[in-house]
Antibody
Framework: QVTLRESGPALVKPTQTLTLTCTFSGFSLSTSEMCVTWIRQPPGKALEWLARIDWDDDKFYNTSLKTRLTISKDTSRNQVVLTMTNMDPVDTATYYC????????????WGPGTLVTVSS | QSALTQPASVSGSPGQSITISCTGTSSDVGGYNYVSWYQRHPGRAPKLLIYDVNNRPSGVSNRFSGSKSGNTAALTISGLQAEDEADYFCSSYTSTYTLHVLFGGGTKLTVL
């Protein structure tokens, strides 16, 4: 059974760095073609693809946010970490992690999401 | 880059069929057969319903089907059930350099 779950702070202050952890089970990120993606949805807006890390440690970023994002993995702990620097109130959103790799641009398992509010 | 366009809401009665559209451009929906559809109930993880325009993962009911014509993809739900009441959103591979996947704004389905 594949599961993913996001964890991190519910509230961050403007200019702070956000660190989110995706802890997963039921698959290994060392398996060929597997990947994990981070996606967010601001209130009332569409989902936005943020970053992806592949089984071979290739990394891809939303270039609009590239300078602020870092994605990494700890295969032994089944975790993927996303950091976003210089947080702003417009970054208030529900952040999701999702598994990818079984089909192009499709995410077959998602976490329930975690709401992050940016406010002083 | 703008999100894919979906209707904000649709509704139908139990047993009926409804269709949700997802409109993009030739750089995403129209250019590739990599459209996916997801269902999300409040507070729960999104669930993949359709990938590659019209393929269902194992375990997804055959009441859900996908199609595409030009720059518009569609999700059809037949035999509506109360449990289908949820948010639905589409996604597509995009060839734009800024990101890899574009999402729709989401559609709220109400089962009357």
């Amino acid at each position: 059974q594949v599961t993913l779950r996001e964890s991190g702070p519910a509230l961050v202050k403007p200019t702070q760095t956000l660190t989110l952890t995706c802890t997963f089970s039921g698959f290994s990120l060392s398996t060929s073609e597997m990947c994990v993606t981070w996606i967010r949805q601001p209130p009332g807006k569409a989902l936005e693809w943020l970053a992806r890390i592949d089984w071979d440690d290739d990394k891809f970023y939303n270039t609009s946010l590239k300078t602020r994002l870092t994605i990494s993995k700890d295969t032994s702990r089944n975790q993927v970490v996303l950091t976003m620097t210089n947080m702003d109130p417009v970054d208030t959103a529900t952040y999701y992690c999702a598994r990818c790799g079984r089909a192009v641009a499709a995410f077959d398992y998602w976490g329930p999401g975690t709401l992050v509010t940016v406010s002083s | 880059q703008s999100a894919l366009t979906q209707p904000a809401s649709v509704s139908g009665s139990p047993g009926q069929s409804i269709t949700i559209s997802c409109t993009g451009t030739s750089s995403d929906v129209g250019g590739y057969n990599y459209v996916s559809w997801y269902q999300r109930h409040p507070g729960r993880a999104p669930k993949l319903l359709i990938y590659d325009v019209n393929n269902r993962p194992s375990g997804v009911s055959n009441r859900f089907s996908g199609s595409k014509s030009g720059n518009t993809a569609a999700l059809t739900i037949s035999g509506l059930q109360a449990e289908d009441e949820a948010d639905y959103f589409c996604s597509s591979y995009t060839s734009t350099y800024t990101l890899h996947v574009l999402f729709g704004g989401g559609t709220k389905l109400t089962v009357l």
